[in-house]
């Protein structure tokens, strides 16, 4: 992990180990004419204790498969997977993996199931820092339809890049279930818990309609669907993306969100800081002509690191460095020709964090948000959850801890994003 005050890598190139640089494919099939899309996204993080609820990260897998559900936001008419071993320290050995439309809980519908080869090979091996790419399989999807991805690890992988909440249940089983269609097998999962996706980054389609350039949702909790419901696919995202096709105006939106994120600097458990990894995130995803910036909420509230067990303080956060930070976001993305909407940080007061002195910060920055005219447009999330200027959200908006939002405040947020900002 770098140091606190982290390094720009969207200034600086880095190395080709680092995560967020360009790192080396383990198998990555000829596409020649043709165009893949994003369809789902997960932002990978270092495996890490949760100081919240139990993951597989630390322990990795051996001899298991890992069935992990995913939400596609476009369709066509073929579709492939990546996978990251970013944070790895050896390499990753897959021994075999299927994907299939989703049933119910871990089953798969029968008849659905496609094995996925890796430059033909049933198997793979990702390099430290490396990723993957499936070969392309035909199985034809739709916006909204839920995809299962299994992946079989004979050998020990040793600590897993992760993604830690996924609000969506995860399944392990004990041997080589990747080609089943039965959930018997799957009977270990996190209980109680919210879930996580492990080495999973990506899933794309291709074929079918023209599919219009994808909106990325970058950000912390907020965005990542903490306080949404487990298995629900109610985040802000989700509900975005739903607007989009009841609109008539489908497109893919994707979820660059991690628990915990901060702009500024890397978190223990809350993954790379967003400075850091948006060139990865956000700039690495397929045919992105938007990008929906909200965080900072955490650089303000979580001066240190010690929620993750780590005993370090931040530099003091500023107003003034958190507006330099979105600069810094807003240069790179005009630079590759994508659209930012920025929006405003959310209430707190009430939760564990709050003070008056970061409260001031907030309302400093979204008063730059609102007036400076540095991005595109604005989603004007805070004044979205709290209409009535009070700094609080309203009860029923949030999820009981006056921070996150509940289903009902991610729909409000999604509402409050006028379609036209997005572009296309």
Same mark, same amino acid.
């Given at each position: 992990?770098?140091?606190?005050?982290?390094?720009?890598?969207?200034?600086?190139?880095?190395?080709?180990?680092?995560?967020?640089?360009?790192?080396?494919?383990?198998?990555?099939?000829?596409?020649?004419?043709?165009?893949?899309?994003?369809?789902? !996204?997960?932002?990978?993080? $270092?495996?890490?204790? #949760?100081?919240? =609820?139990?993951?597989?990260? @630390?322990? *990795? +897998?051996?001899?298991?498969?890992?069935?992990?559900?995913?939400?596609?936001?476009?369709?066509?008419?073929?579709?492939?997977?990546?996978?990251?071993?970013?944070?790895?320290?050896?390499?990753?050995?897959?021994?075999?993996?299927?994907?299939?439309?989703?049933?119910?809980?871990?089953?798969?519908?029968?008849?659905?199931?496609?094995?996925?080869?890796?430059?033909?090979?049933?198997?793979?091996?990702?390099?430290?820092?490396?990723?993957?790419?499936?070969?392309?399989?035909?199985?034809?999807?739709?916006?909204?339809?839920?995809?299962?991805?299994?992946?079989?690890?004979?050998?020990?992988?040793?600590?897993?890049?992760?993604?830690?909440?996924?609000?969506?249940?995860?399944?392990?089983? !004990?041997?080589?279930?990747? $080609?089943?269609?039965? #959930?018997?097998? =799957?009977?270990?999962?996190? @209980?109680? *818990? +919210?879930?996580?996706?492990?080495?999973?980054?990506?899933?794309?389609?291709?074929?079918?309609?023209?599919?219009?350039?994808?909106?990325?949702?970058?950000?912390?909790?907020?965005?990542?669907?903490?306080?949404?419901?487990?298995?629900?696919?109610?985040?802000?995202?989700?509900?975005?993306?739903?607007?989009?096709?009841?609109?008539?105006?489908?497109?893919?939106?994707?979820?660059?969100?991690?628990?915990?994120?901060?702009?500024?600097?890397?978190?223990?458990?809350?993954?790379?800081?967003?400075?850091?990894?948006?060139?990865?995130?956000?700039?690495?995803?397929?045919?992105?002509?938007?990008?929906?910036?909200?965080?900072?909420?955490?650089?303000?509230?979580?001066?240190?690191?010690?929620?993750?067990?780590?005993? $370090?303080?931040?530099?003091?956060?500023?107003?003034?460095?958190?507006?330099?930070?979105?600069?810094?976001?807003?240069?790179?993305?005009?630079?590759?020709?994508?659209?930012?909407?920025?929006?405003?940080?959310?209430?707190?007061?009430?939760?564990?964090?709050?003070?008056?002195?970061?409260?001031?910060?907030?309302?400093?920055?979204?008063?730059?948000?609102?007036?400076?005219?540095?991005?595109?447009?604005?989603?004007?999330?805070?004044?979205?959850?709290?209409?009535?200027?009070?700094?609080?959200?309203?009860?029923?908006?949030?999820?009981?801890?006056?921070?996150?939002?509940?289903?009902?405040?991610?729909?409000?947020?999604?509402?409050?994003?006028?379609?036209?900002?997005?572009?296309?």
């Amino acid at each position: 992990m770098s140091s606190p005050e982290t390094r720009n890598p969207l200034l600086t190139p880095t190395g080709a180990a680092s995560p967020t640089a360009a790192a080396p494919s383990a198998a990555t099939p000829a596409t020649t004419g043709t165009v893949w899309h994003g369809a789902w !996204t997960a932002a990978v993080m $270092r495996p890490s204790g #949760a100081p919240w =609820f139990e993951t597989w990260a @630390e322990q *990795g +897998f051996s001899d298991q498969s890992v069935r992990q559900v995913v939400r596609v936001n476009t369709g066509g008419t073929k579709v492939r997977i990546r996978l990251s071993n970013a944070y790895g320290t050896t390499p990753l050995h897959l021994t075999g993996a299927g994907i299939g439309r989703t049933a119910a809980g871990a089953a798969v519908q029968p008849g659905t199931i496609r094995p996925l080869r890796f430059a033909d090979s049933p198997s793979t091996t990702i390099p430290p820092g490396g990723h993957a790419v499936s070969d392309p399989v035909a199985l034809p999807t739709k916006p909204r339809e839920r995809l299962t991805i299994t992946l079989y690890f004979k050998d020990a992988t040793g600590p897993a890049t992760y993604h830690q909440v996924s609000m969506t249940t995860t399944y392990r089983a !004990t041997g080589d279930h990747h $080609r089943a269609a039965a #959930a018997t097998a =799957f009977t270990d999962k996190v @209980e109680p *818990g +919210f879930g996580s996706w492990y080495y999973l980054e990506g899933v794309e389609t291709s074929g079918g309609h023209p599919q219009p350039d994808a909106v990325v949702a970058f950000g912390d909790s907020l965005t990542d669907g903490f306080g949404a419901t487990i298995d629900g696919d109610d985040r802000y995202p989700d509900a975005l993306a739903e607007r989009l096709i009841a609109a008539g105006r489908p497109r893919p939106v994707l979820n660059a969100g991690i628990g915990s994120n901060k702009l500024l600097t890397d978190s223990a458990c809350g993954g790379d800081a967003g400075i850091s990894r948006f060139a990865r995130d956000v700039l690495g995803r397929p045919h992105v002509g938007t990008v929906i910036v909200l965080i900072g909420i955490n650089d303000i509230q979580l001066t240190d690191d010690r929620l993750c067990g780590v005993d $370090r303080d931040d530099p003091p956060v500023t107003a003034q460095r958190l507006i330099d930070g979105y600069r810094t976001l807003i240069r790179a993305a005009h630079a590759r020709g994508v659209r930012v909407v920025g929006a405003t940080l959310t209430p707190y007061r009430g939760s564990a964090g709050w003070t008056a002195e970061g409260e001031t910060i907030r309302d400093q920055v979204n008063r730059w948000i609102r007036t400076s005219g540095e991005y595109d447009a604005v989603a004007d999330f805070d004044r979205a959850l709290d209409p009535a200027g009070t700094g609080r959200i309203p009860d029923g908006l949030h999820m009981a801890d006056h921070i996150h939002p509940s289903p009902a405040g991610y729909r409000a947020m999604a509402d409050a994003i006028d379609l036209a900002s997005l572009g296309q």
